[in-house]
Antibody
């Protein structure tokens, strides 16, 4: 069925790195912009990063710019988030989400979400 | 970045009540606003896109309105499954932002 499944979360020390993965199934992954969104414990939603459907462009929230990198492996229908120099404030559940509507370069809302993976940054 | 606010932050209501949540943007976002429902421990679910368009499969008891900087989400008759937290989100720029959320709880 149509779904997104994240993995790669865990406990990591401040300053270290972690890579999250999101495997897509049930739809043509190459046709959709893909996002990462996070939610700190007991807090609201924060958009993190986007990669265009063709991989031609990426955008990041100011809070992660220069530390996080979003990428995709189209043949494996997999989205990644490389997180470097992690901080305590990066502790959150990280969701991958699909931009609503195939192709195009205009901003879209998110119509499909994964179940999330928890990242805890702590010494 | 465009800032989003929501009111109220918490809403106590009973089954069958009509409830309205307001979302405001710090600058005009035309109709590029979405509403999401989130239940504890679950991912958000898209309810409304382009301010007033109901996502497929979402009950018609949900409706959205507004444009520019002020938007509303209305649930015409609250059902037990509707008790959750609701977020608005603007997508008018390449820096998506969410409102802080409105928790709808049982009165």
């Amino acid at each position: 069925q149509v779904q997104l499944v994240e993995s790669g979360g865990g406990v990591v020390q401040p300053g270290r790195s972690l890579r999250l993965s999101c495997v897509a199934s049930g739809f043509t992954f190459t046709n959709y912009a893909m996002h990462w969104v996070r939610q700190a414990p007991g807090k609201g939603l924060e958009w993190v990063a986007v990669i265009w459907y063709d991989g031609s462009n990426t955008y990041y929230a100011d809070s992660v710019k220069g530390r996080f990198t979003i990428s995709k492996h189209n043949s494996k229908s997999t989205l990644f988030l490389q997180m470097n120099n992690l901080r305590g404030e990066d502790t959150a559940v990280y969701y991958c989400a699909r931009g609503r509507g195939a192709k195009g370069f205009e901003p879209k809302c998110f119509d499909l979400w994964g179940q999330g993976t928890l990242v805890t940054v702590s010494s | 970045d465009i800032q989003m606010t929501q009111s109220p932050s918490t809403l106590s209501a009973s089954v069958g009540d009509r409830v309205t949540i307001t979302c405001r943007a710090s600058q005009s976002i035309d109709i590029w606003l979405a509403w999401y429902q989130q239940k504890p421990g679950k991912a958000p679910k898209l309810l409304i896109h382009k301010a007033s368009n109901l996502e497929s499969g979402v009950p018609s008891s949900f409706s959205g309105s507004g444009s520019g900087t002020e938007f509303t989400l209305t649930i015409s008759s609250l059902q037990p499954d509707d008790f959750a937290t609701y977020y608005c989100q603007q997508y008018s720029s390449y820096s998506w932002t969410f409102g802080p959320g409105t928790r709808v709880e049982i009165k």
